[in-house]
């Protein structure tokens, strides 16, 4: 349950939240800018003297799942703030048209590749997310670039999808689902500016996560912020998760106010 007070209370400062919405939001940005100010030497400070950095990678045993479900900025914030997902990746696939690119991208779709913890989220249940959260184009005819589309890794993943799909139907007749089910054999990376999109409008952060153009392709941490940001999993979902990041507390702080702003706003371009 939240506590009656804003986030700023782990600073020490308290005011109710019964205070006019657009008074406390005021209040709240003059706080966020003075406390902020110097964020990355801050930062820096911290990682050096609290020995913290940000956590890359996950020594787990990951299955991979590739779907397409309209504009892949948001579909990657939604998959990336749940739990059991490790490292998201937007790009093109699905078609044969030789490097794609976002000006040139042929026959291909929007594609969102992600690595998954097994042993806390199922394929079945990533499919759930799937079907629920489109942006547009489950049931209605769409251009290629925005299709639905499950691209299966292996022989299981074709059967869930396939027996997924039929339940989906039955639930949403009479209307027609026109997903796509076929085997991935290519994926193409899409450029580095679509990559943790909502991540990456964030500068000052994204800055202080050491990121290169391979990491805001593979990096954990990136993946996890890329969704909280954007208001997906709630403010004590990331409190929870955030242990595993390698974050230090300014950066938590931060991360703290815009999940909490965000959380509940859409998703969508």
Not at 154 to 163: L, N
């Amino acid at each position: 349950m939240r506590t009656p007070f804003c986030w700023l209370e782990e600073f020490g400062l308290f005011w109710p939240r019964s205070v006019a919405s657009q008074q406390l939001s005021s209040l709240q940005r003059i706080m966020f800018s003075r406390l902020f100010r110097n964020f990355k030497s801050t930062v820096r400070n911290e990682q050096k003297e609290l020995s913290i950095s940000p956590v890359h990678d996950v020594n787990v045993t990951k299955a991979t799942a590739t779907f397409g479900m309209g504009c892949f900025w948001g579909a990657e914030s939604l998959y990336g703030a749940t739990r059991g997902v490790l490292r998201t990746t937007v790009g093109y696939a699905g078609g044969s048209s030789d490097l794609p690119t976002y000006r040139k991208m042929g026959d291909h779709t929007e594609v969102l590749e992600i690595d998954y913890d097994p042993t806390v989220i199922s394929f079945k249940e990533l499919l759930e997310l799937f079907w629920n959260n489109h942006e547009y184009g489950l049931t209605t005819p769409i251009k290629r670039q925005y299709a639905s589309l499950i691209l299966y890794h292996d022989e299981e993943q074709k059967q869930v999808a396939h027996a997924s799909k039929l339940e989906e139907q039955e639930r949403r007749a009479p209307e027609v689902i026109t997903t796509e089910i076929a085997s991935k054999e290519n994926f193409y990376p899409a450029e580095a500016y679509h990559q943790k999109y909502r991540l990456q409008g964030h500068k000052d952060l994204a800055s202080s996560l050491n990121l290169n153009p391979k990491l805001l392709q593979t990096s954990y941490v990136a993946t996890k912020l890329n969704g909280y940001l954007a208001g997906v999993g709630g403010i004590e979902q990331f409190k929870a998760e955030a242990e595993t990041m390698g974050l230090t507390p300014t950066q938590r702080q931060y991360c703290y106010y815009h999940v909490e702003q965000n959380e509940g706003q859409g998703l969508y371009c």
